[in-house]
């Protein structure tokens, strides 16, 4: 029987897919990624289900919809009836399922799922982030393995040392796999709050291919839209950028970790983004929760996914592919089969990866709280319950969404509206529904954003 692979899953976040050199950013320096990208394959059209940090990753580790499982809006877990909670509330991941199937499993960086200050189920090896994330640099306390340790440095290189760590505790005789969640790319972005030695790269840099700031009508973002001088926009240009090129450079730690340790030859790894990230693109910075109301524009779901390794054809993929879909991929990788019993989002793409030709569903659904949305190559419906706005782009037409023809074209509305009702049909526990999320009220986000705290949370979560 061939030796099963390892297999290393990056799920950064925050990281754009417009801000990678492989995918055609001429600025922004990713010469790792470029060079996986270049032996291996990289999805065009990977997205996300939820433009979100927790319920995105809640679908890649458990295939399924946040309306399955519960979790609609990013985890605020230095509250403690959040941060105390398991939110998966016993749904299995895939590192239970890789665990029960033999392989040694690890986790270092953002879980954002609850419970932060423990080992997740089914990983025999964590090294993470309890409460909030904090700052990209400095004093913070981690967790490893249930203690506490405190570390005063770039956050980035703490999570590679960890991961390094892990590969030193794999059994000879076990296939392993090993989450690594990087927080460098999201906020603060300012330049302030980078390792200089990234950020100096970019002094001079011209962000050509950062397009103009222009505030978008509903903006909710970092720093108050309007009151943002040059300074601000390049100061936050600088630092976004210097964030990618640090977990670049990181990225090429664990291959040479990897490397020397034997793996690399037998290693399957696998770069995406929980979600993707404006940096001032449609007038705001961030992510779905960056408007009001919440957004599913493409800058916000659109993620980098890159795929190396064994069996790996170096190609590229233009099928549209999600988190759900990862999910199955890895279990398929993994050498699992079908998953648990249950209703899933999602199918393996593990057959592209080889090359092969597949027939595939172009449709992508998705949701963030009681918005909900169902694309293919064309066209996009977005639907917010239970009075709208109502959102139907031409991606084809207006492919910068900035024409809405939910009103014009109600017979394409209408068509949209029964794909996505009858997908939810079978993906919305009513008691984990998000047609059931309450609004909170807006908050500042100025002043939080400003004094580096963290996002106000715009929806009440079960």
């Known amino acids: 029987m061939p030796k099963r692979p390892n297999i290393v899953l990056f799920l950064t976040d925050d990281h754009g ?37 927790s319920p995105a990753r809640a679908c890649l580790l458990t295939g399924k919809m946040p309306s399955q499982v519960g979790i609609h809006d990013w985890l605020e877990e230095a509250t403690a009836e959040i941060g105390e909670r398991d939110w998966l509330g016993g749904t299995r991941t895939l590192f239970d399922d890789l665990s029960a199937a ?43 393995n249930g203690e506490m340790v405190k570390l005063d440095g770039n956050k980035s290189r703490f999570i590679t040392d960890h991961a390094i760590e892990f590969l030193d505790t794999v059994p000879e005789d076990k296939p392993f796999f090993l989450n690594i969640g990087y927080i460098a790319t999201h906020s603060p972005y300012r330049r302030q709050t980078h390792d200089p030695l990234q950020t100096a790269q970019y002094q001079d840099c011209a962000f050509a291919q950062v397009p103009p700031y222009r505030p978008h009508p509903w903006v909710n973002n970092e720093g108050g839209a309007d009151e943002l001088s040059e300074q601000d926009l390049r100061d936050r240009y600088i630092g976004y950028y210097a964030a990618v090129t640090e977990i670049d450079d990181n990225i090429a730690r ?84 079908r998953p648990p019993a249950g209703v ?34 064309r066209w996009k419906l977005i639907l917010r319950y239970p009075n709208g706005p109502h959102d139907l782009f031409d991606l084809h037409g207006d492919p910068a969404e900035n024409v809405n023809l939910y009103t014009k074209y109600p017979d394409i509305a209408a068509h949209y509206t029964r794909l996505l009702d009858a997908f939810f049909a079978e993906r919305d526990d009513p008691l984990r529904s998000g047609l059931r999320v309450k609004k909170l009220p807006a908050h500042n986000h100025k002043e939080a954003w400003r004094d580096g705290k963290r996002e106000a949370r715009g929806l009440q979560v079960y």
């Not at 417009?18 to 999805?43: H, Q, S």
């Not at 986790?107 to 080992?119: D, M, N, V």
């Not at 199918?347 to 694309?375: F, P, Q, T």
């Open 17 to 53: 897919a417009w801000a990678n050199g492989c995918y055609g950013n001429g600025e922004v320096r990713t010469p790792t990624l470029d060079a996986l990208a270049e032996i291996g394959t990289r999805f065009t059209k990977a997205y996300t289900p939820c433009p979100v940090c």
């Open 102 to 144: 033999g392989y040694h499993t690890g986790l270092s960086g953002k879980w954002h799922l609850g419970q932060s200050h423990r080992t997740p189920s089914g990983a025999d090896y964590y090294f993470g982030l309890p409460g909030w994330q904090g700052a990209h640099n400095g004093a913070y306390g981690y967790v490893r």
């Open 254 to 337: 664990v291959i040479g970790a990897l490397s020397a340790r034997g793996h690399w030859e037998n290693t399957i790894i696998i770069y995406t983004s929980d979600h993707g990230c404006a940096l001032g693109h449609r007038g705001f910075f961030g992510k779905g929760n960056s408007t009001r109301p919440l957004n599913m524009y493409e800058v916000s779901l659109h993620a980098p996914l890159i795929i190396a390794g064994p069996g790996v054809a170096a190609q590229t993929r233009d099928e549209y592919v999600d988190h759900c879909d990862s999910y199955h991929s890895i279990r398929e990788l993994a050498g699992l089969g």
């Open 344 to 377: 899933y989002a999602g199918a393996s793409y593990a057959a592209m990866l080889r090359g092969e030709r597949e027939v595939w569903d172009h449709m992508r659904y998705g949701e963030y709280g009681d918005l909900r949305m169902a694309r293919d190559e």
